[in-house]
């Protein structure tokens, strides 16, 4: 065998060697002769997958790949950044049809300030979420569609529509001091090419955290979220995509939090903008009578959400958010309305398609019993993802204010959805 056969052979023997072992099958001393019979570890772009292109082929990564291939088609780092598989559905889709849901369990050591996790020291189920959805598909026209969501866990007596009155809704659907239910959408929507109408109970589009927890990277929330914006509304949102950058949305709620009952008379609406390939931007208000007298004594004001989502690179990502609300009681008695004002900053960082890391810190100034309150907490956490389904959110979170009452909480849940 001339020289240069032998170092290729060697070559391929070694490159066959490092991708079995990647890819889990190694199961002994592999030769030259059996690289090709040997699934390797290929770059596609910041996925190494097992299975691709040829042992040995120079050219098997491109340039613009993520570092982590090497200069010979073989990711090293295919155990912790392969692909996570297709996600199991229960129901699944059948058309614009789907079924499906979560089950999030979780477990924190403190209860700082009300941010959902209320039930300190216990293993919990947070969420046992159900929806079904008939999506609309307006680009040809005319559609029709709807959906509804039912959830039960300690985040149900949060989740309910307790701006209720005599209806009620979901607001007495309570099980012990913890434990309770709640319809947090259902609605039905129309479409016609650009334009979509939703009409019924749903979600509000202000902020940036949200009530379903797989929409969320940190498993606690800020208490901007849970003290100054509303959760749920109640009556009719239209949605104009204006063109791929711009986006408006304006109608008629309830009030905040409300069921089928009027709780309230109040615009919401906004506009999300994309300004440049890493810069989206969404501000968001709403404005009238949040309350009525006999829903926390009645409360009316102005609201404003600003959400700025810029890519610092393609696996960083930085939220900044501001929270502005102003409101009276219905005589216009500024002492019995609320006066807040937040600043809530994340940045997350995509190790792999497995692991992320992320940051949250906020600036809460409310005004309280003695004048104004400046409260701060810090969190740091990171997510695992077990398969396409199944993610865990460790955290660890500082709580202090301007007195230097200090307070830290770890928590960790996990996420199954179906």
């Not at 088609?73 to 295919?78: E, F, N, R, T, V």
């Not at 309910?160 to 239910?181: A, L, M, V």
Request: charged share 20%; hydrophobic share 35%; aromatic share 12%.
């Amino acid at each position: 065998m001339e020289t240069g056969e032998l170092i290729t052979e060697m070559k391929l023997s070694k490159l066959a060697l490092i991708a079995a072992i990647a890819c889990g099958t190694y199961a002994g001393n592999v030769t030259a002769a059996q690289a090709t019979e040997i699934q390797q570890v290929s770059c596609e772009c910041d996925e190494p997958i097992c299975g691709c292109e040829p042992v040995g082929d120079e050219d098997a990564c491109d340039a613009s790949c993520d570092s982590s291939c090497d200069g010979m088609g073989c990711g090293i780092l295919s155990k912790t950044q392969g692909d996570l598989g297709d996600p199991f559905t229960l129901f699944g889709e059948v058309g614009p049809y789907s079924v499906g849901g979560w089950v999030q369990l979780g477990y924190h050591s403190n209860s700082a300030g009300n941010r959902f996790n209320s039930y300190a020291d216990h293993l919990q189920l947070h969420q046992a979420w159900l929806y079904a959805e008939r999506a609309i598909d307006s680009s040809n026209g005319w559609d029709i569609g709807g959906r509804l969501d039912y959830v039960y866990g300690t985040d149900g007596p949060d989740t309910q529509s307790f701006g209720t009155g005599d209806i009620g809704w979901d607001n007495p659907w309570d099980r012990g001091t913890q434990y309770g239910h709640a319809l947090p959408q259902a609605y039905f929507e129309v479409g016609y090419g650009d334009l979509s109408v939703k009409l019924g109970h749903f979600y509000t589009n202000i902020g940036y955290e949200v009530v379903g927890a797989p929409d969320n990277f940190f498993y606690s929330h800020a208490l901007t979220m849970y003290n100054s914006e509303p959760f749920t509304h109640t009556g009719v949102l239209a949605t104009l995509a204006a063109s791929d950058d711009v986006t408006f949305m304006g109608g008629y709620t309830m009030g905040w939090d409300s069921g089928f009952d009027d709780n309230g008379d109040s615009w919401l609406g906004g506009v999300s903008l994309t300004l440049t390939d890493r810069l989206a931007v969404t501000y968001a208000s709403v404005a009238g009578r949040f309350s009525e007298p006999w829903a926390g004594g009645g409360e009316k004001g102005y609201m404003q959400s600003v959400v700025a989502d810029y890519a610092v690179s393609d696996k960083t990502n930085y939220v900044f958010q501001t929270d502005w609300l102003n409101t009276t009681d219905l005589a216009g008695d500024a002492a019995n309305g609320r006066n807040t004002y937040g600043i809530n900053q994340y940045l997350i960082h995509q190790y792999s398609d497995r692991v992320a890391a992320g940051l949250r810190y906020e600036w809460y100034a409310t005004n309280g019993d003695q004048g104004r309150e400046h409260l701060h907490n810090l969190t740091l956490g990171m997510n695992y993802r077990q398969n396409a389904n199944l993610v865990f959110r460790p955290e660890v979170r500082w709580d202090w204010d301007a007195a230097d009452a200090e307070e830290t909480t770890f928590g960790i849940d996990a996420v199954m959805t179906f």
